[in-house]
């Protein structure tokens, strides 16, 4: 290739230098043939200069890096420092909860009721857990190898929770080897823990059950109600453990633990002491509550019925000395963590085991209703005491709209009492005198529903009387206004009559009917019914001269209602049921009695057994109430059981 066609082979390759002057080929050959020139030189003779302003702006790009970096590493160096290292603390460490002990519970004499026993819960901390489904499934089944569970119970019982975003226990009450061998190996089981609790043991189980209730563990609705709450925590759920929870939990402590990144600990502090839980002192009285619970028992066993609830009361504070209902369950299934069999086998037993009939069962009173009704009429001057009703065997109501129907409500006695005045009415229990002063007869007036309906609810039925455990049920006093709603019938002379006699729709529970006779029994004070007489300082005694107590006092509902001169006549009333009336087995007691029995009908030739009655009969102590479901007569069926109570009791005191 000649010179001459060096321009053509070039043309395309025209480059620029750092002038912006084109460098033609030419030069480039002539550049070649300069002495030791090389082609390394050649190669570099190629390269373009930069740019001055490209040079200018890199710089100051890597200044701003540069400067960007710097502050940055001030903000989380400096001015972040606090909060990073608190945060870097806070992954070292854990905080733990010290379980308070909870409150002890004695009944009148200082007996101790319940018991706190050392056990151990496996936890699970959701957010902590392998991920990996293998991990898991190894981490699993070595925990069920140690504590000698099945590895499917315990993946059912994670699979039920797996929602769960809260620590949650896995297993109650592990025992102690397994708990101390979990602990030992706890970098094995990230997730999984173990927390010191304590479970409730109850001194006579069955006899206490529905006085004392029960501990849980809690649910959804309990943490999101009870935010101090770990969700590990237990809780109240039924009678006195679930009234005074508050009192009886205490305040739980704190610990701090810092661990490695093997989540071992190193080293611990406690944050907050804890505080134990208040005592309590109650009213009732052991050897009294499990001779009521005895005799329970064995009245229900002989009549082949299984439900029936009973209470002793001191009718001069509302006090409540016993309580049974029946049938009853072992309180300390709940403290051991019942399985899913014995809670199952509890909730589906048809005679509601759970279910506290002495403050929620309802059912109609029967003629244990009868010294309130006269109570009521002699203050409204309905009759007076010497008043006499003829009883001829009942009373014919003709019906309005056609003569030829007629509604007979009739006495118990054939061809009836003859003429008596309340105290005989009382205790003969005498219907027609019933139906007259309550819905009017002949020359007699009658209360009417609507002042019936006051006077009981003066007298505590109807409604609520706020005894300190859960549950208490209201009742129903019927009126017209209720049967329009609730029937959308129209209320008739006979539905007063009902009323008068404890029939129809009228619902009262034992409760409510043991704090009426405590009103007529002291003269005419309703006291709100309680168990717990003494709240304590938890210092583990129970000499009331070496602890603080603090006095719960009795409160009053209402008094003056009606006047002692006309209790004083109900009381006669009575005190005769027992000397010649239905009542008549309790003659014999070591101390006089007074009492009125019930028989009410709830289904077709169905009855319940009721009787109510105090004792000694010019001082008061002690109120008993019976009532057993389906039971029959009253007379035949609860009167036996208030009298072996009533006779235990005050030989006892000899």
């Not at 005419?524 to 005694?541: D, M, R």
């Not at 070591?590 to 009969?617: E, I, L, M």
Request: charged share 25%; hydrophobic share 35%; aromatic share 10%.
């Amino acid at each position: 290739m000649g010179f001459e066609d060096a321009p053509n082979n070039f043309k395309k390759y025209k480059l620029k230098n750092g002038d912006n002057a084109p460098i033609e080929p030419h030069e480039i050959l002539a550049d070649a043939e300069v002495p030791n020139f090389s082609e390394k030189e050649e190669g570099l003779k190629l390269e373009t200069p930069i740019k001055n302003h490209v040079i200018r702006r890199l710089f100051y790009f890597s200044v701003c890096i540069f400067l960007i970096l710097l502050g940055r590493s001030f903000y989380l160096q400096v001015s972040r420092y606090d909060y990073y290292y608190a945060k870097s603390e806070k992954n070292a460490s854990r905080v733990y909860q010290i379980p308070s002990l909870r409150g002890i519970i004695y009944d009148a004499k200082g007996n101790q009721l319940v018991f706190n026993e050392p056990a151990f819960d496996i936890i699970v901390s959701p957010g902590e857990m392998p991920k990996g489904e293998s991990e898991f499934g190894a981490a699993v089944e070595r925990i069920a190898a140690i504590v000698g569970r099945g590895k499917e119970e315990l993946q059912t019982a994670l699979d039920e929770s797996k929602e769960s975003k809260n620590p949650f226990i896995l297993i109650s009450n592990v025992p102690r080897e397994a708990a101390l061998a979990l602990i030992s190996r706890s970098a094995e089981f990230p997730g999984f823990g173990v927390q010191q609790a304590g479970i409730r043991r109850y001194a006579e189980a069955d006899v206490l059950s529905h006085i004392f209730g029960y501990l849980g563990k809690l649910t959804e609705p309990d943490v999101k109600n009870n935010p101090e709450y770990s969700p590990t925590d237990y809780i109240g759920k039924t009678g006195l453990e679930a009234e005074y929870e508050k009192i009886l939990r205490g305040k739980p402590g704190l610990l701090e633990v810092e661990v490695d990144a093997l989540g071992r600990p190193k080293r611990e502090s406690v944050i907050a002491n804890p505080e134990n839980g208040k005592n309590l002192v109650l009213s009732l009285e052991l050897d009294l509550q499990k001779k009521l619970y005895e005799e329970m028992k064995k009245e229900t066993k002989s009549l082949k019925v299984a439900r029936g609830a009973a209470l002793a009361m001191d009718p001069s504070s509302g006090e409540i000395l016993a309580m049974v209902s029946l049938p009853s369950f072992d309180g300390n299934l709940f403290g051991r963590g019942i399985s899913a069999r014995d809670y199952r086998e509890l909730i589906e037993n048809s005679d509601k085991p759970l279910f506290n009939r002495a403050i929620a069962g309802t059912y109609p009173s029967g003629s244990t209703i009868k010294p309130l009704l006269a109570s009521a009429a002699l203050q409204e001057n309905v009759i007076g005491p010497e008043k006499t009703i003829l009883s001829t065997g009942g009373i014919d109501i003709v019906n309005k709209y056609n003569n030829e129907i007629i509604y007979t409500f009739g006495d118990w006695k054939i061809g009836g009492h003859g003429a008596v005045n309340v105290i005989k009415a009382i205790a003969e229990s005498v219907n027609t005198y019933f139906y007259t002063i309550g819905g009017g007869h002949g020359d007699v007036k009658g209360l009417g529903v609507e002042k019936i309906k006051k006077y009981l609810g003066l007298f505590g039925w109807g409604g609520a009387l706020g005894v300190d455990l859960p549950g208490e049920k209201d009742g129903l006093i019927p009126d017209p206004r209720w049967k329009e709603s609730a029937k959308g019938e129209n209320w008739y002379i006979g539905d007063t009559y009902n009323i008068s006699i404890g029939q129809g729709d009228i619902a009262v529970t034992p409760l409510q009917v043991t704090a009426a006779v405590a009103a007529i029994a002291n003269g005419g004070t309703l006291y709100q019914p309680k168990f717990v007489k003494k709240i304590a300082e938890p210092s583990g005694k129970s000499d009331e001269q070496e602890e603080k107590f603090e006095e719960v006092a009795p409160k009053i509902i209402g008094q003056g209602f009606v006047s002692a001169k006309n209790l004083e006549i109900v009381r006669k009333g009575m005190r005769e049921a027992v000397i010649s009336g239905s009542s008549r087995a309790l003659y014999d007691l070591p101390v006089k009695a007074a009492g009125k029995t019930g028989t009410a009908q709830f289904a077709k030739n169905k009855t319940h057994a009721w009787f109510s009655g105090f004792a000694p009969y010019e001082n008061p102590e002690i109120v008993v109430t019976v009532l057993i479901e389906g039971g029959g007569e009253g007379s035949a069926a609860a009167v036996p059981v208030a009298k072996e109570v009533l006779k235990w009791y005050f030989e006892r005191q000899k």
